[in-house]
């Protein structure tokens, strides 16, 4: 692909930062044909070095400054709570009139990191790929993060560079950038990871009870084990460094809390008039007429037994984040083109239980009369809070401690649910990308 463009003919790409998805940024340019100079720690280059020596086209170099001033474009693929520090430390030795960019998932002070400690020859332009390294990039969504020091012909490289991944490409200011990704990342994680503690406070493993397998129940199980099968600071960095996550967060958290207390409180009308008020706000006629999941679909993928009988739920989780995007005033829709894989499974399930009046009903029935889920809601409800306390608080030792306990709970099971995951994410956003990307393709073009 590489040759496809003879007047960038000897340029080089740098990686600084070789994790997960350093390593994936890095093999697709050098399968690409582009050649990479690639680094990380110090102490890591003898390993990295080995860990690539089929990789030709990859340069392992000892550390940033020999990555900076042998490279044209300059990507830090790095912690975000990390990024100041080590711009600081490589960002002068970038080379004159180079371009630098991120791929952190937190741009605000990814780019005032920029902005402070590289020189003014040096051009800006970031990007975001909107999924995890085990995706492959393929269709899957790509920001990238255009800035006023970046010329059209730096983009216009950063765009043919990037377009190896063969990702679907929009872009967008930092700023929108972060507030979208609030939209459509902060508050999910927040749900999933609320879900995995509530599990542990009950010493639940939910893929073992009936009650929690099949259909939605699978989405919530196997999503929230992929989250904590991951590294702590993916979703750290995020939620904490996020201007406009924290607020979402807090707002999911308001709403968890307000539902349960009206469930345990008997106040049938009340809540029904609630959860129905949102959900024909969030899913007025012409969003999402067509239903993204179907529960067919969903039950191949299950970590346990079908059960013959689907067992009600209160879904306390999937109300409340209707209830959240109400009450924030947030369209979900408008921001599919940037939505992570996560977040339209997410989506779908929500969609899926407010496009259907009778399983609404059930579940509202449930939420008031039936105690069955009543332990379950209350620790989910006490973990919500808890989530976004920890990230008011901005402490990444807390979050790092209150995500890793709870990661090693779940972790005997983290190599059937990457593995179901990853059938399940494959199998249901190649039924939906079709219709997903082209509705989201004009809600761009409409709202960014």
């Known amino acids: 692909m590489a040759d496809q463009y003879p007047d960038m003919k000897g340029f080089e790409i740098g990686v600084i930062g070789m994790g997960d998805m350093g390593k994936m940024y890095a093999k697709n340019f050098s399968e690409a044909g582009w050649r990479v100079n690639a680094c990380d720690r110090e102490e890591n280059y003898e390993s990295l070095k080995a860990e690539l020596v089929k990789h030709t086209n990859i340069n392992v170099l000892t550390n940033g400054h020999r990555v900076s001033r042998a490279s044209d474009y300059i990507i830090y693929s790095v912690e975000a709570e990390m990024i100041d520090r080590v711009v600081a430390n490589y960002g002068q030795s970038t080379r004159q009139g180079a371009i630098v960019g991120g791929q952190t998932s937190c741009k605000t002070p990814e780019i005032a990191a920029f902005e402070k400690h590289l020189p003014q020859d040096v051009e800006i332009v970031s990007c975001h790929s909107l999924h995890g390294p085990k995706i492959d990039p393929r269709g899957q969504p790509l920001v990238i993060v255009t800035h006023p020091r970046a010329s059209q012909e730096s983009i216009q490289r950063v765009k043919r560079v990037l377009s190896c991944l063969g990702s679907q490409a929009v872009e967008l200011t ?46 919530k199980i196997n999503l929230t084990l992929r989250i904590y099968s991951s590294k702590w600071h993916v979703y750290a960095g995020l939620a904490i460094l996020n201007p406009s996550a924290k607020e979402q967060i807090r707002q ?52 346990g037994e079908v059960p013959k009988e689907r067992r009600a739920n209160s879904h306390l989780s999937l109300l409340a984040m209707v209830d959240c995007w109400w009450k924030l005033g947030s369209v979900p829709y408008d921001h599919m083109i940037c939505s992570t894989p996560l977040f339209r499974l997410w989506l779908g399930v929500t969609q899926y239980l407010f496009r259907k009046p009778d399983l609404l009903d059930e579940v509202i029935r449930v939420a008031i009369d039936d105690n069955s889920f009543r332990q379950d809601d209350l620790e989910f409800m006490v973990a919500a809070r808890g989530w976004s306390d920890c990230v008011s608080f901005g402490n990444f030792d807390s979050y790092r401690d209150r ?30 990308a079709s219709n997903d990307m082209g509705a989201a393709n004009k809600e761009v073009n409409g709202n960014v």
């Open 252 to 303: 999911y958290a308001t709403s968890v809390s307000e539902l349960f207390k009206l469930m345990i409180h008997g106040k049938r009308e009340e809540f029904e008039q609630r959860v129905k008020k949102a959900g024909a706000e969030v899913f007025k006629p012409g969003r999402g007429e067509e239903l993204l999941l179907r529960e067919d679909v969903l039950n191949q993928f299950s970590l």
């Open 174 to 219: 930092a700023q929108e950038h972060d507030r979208i990704t609030a939209d459509t990342q902060a508050v999910t994680h927040a749900a999933f990871l609320s879900m995995g503690t509530a599990w542990q406070a009950n010493a639940q493993f939910p893929w073992e009870m009936n009650r929690y397998v099949g259909g939605i129940e699978n989405v």
């Open 403 to 432: 995500f890793e306990r709870i990661q090693k709970f779940f972790e005997p099971r983290f190599s059937d649910a990457t593995r179901v995951g990853n059938e399940m994410i494959k199998t249901i956003l190649q039924s939906t």
